[in-house]
């Protein structure tokens, strides 16, 4: 499991981050946007937005 987000930043417990349900991506708290039964990297979010709305 890798240890820096994508941005660069370092994950905080990278053994306890969820991935994202697209691309399997882990991401820092800044990158991973987390509901209720999913969890979504940045990039992935912002083309799920798109395709919304």
């Not at 994508?6 to 306890?16: A, D, I, K, N, V």
């Not at 697209?22 to 708290?29: F, W, Y």
């Not at 940045?42 to 919304?52: E, H, K, N």
Request: hydrophobic share 30%; proline share 6%; glycine share 8%.
């Amino acid at each position: 499991m890798p240890t820096t987000c994508e941005c660069g930043m370092t994950l905080e417990r990278p053994s306890r981050a969820a991935p994202c349900q697209e691309c399997g991506t882990v991401g820092c708290r800044s990158c991973a946007i987390h509901g209720a039964d999913y969890t979504y990297c940045r990039w992935c979010a912002m083309v799920f937005a798109r395709r919304v709305a």
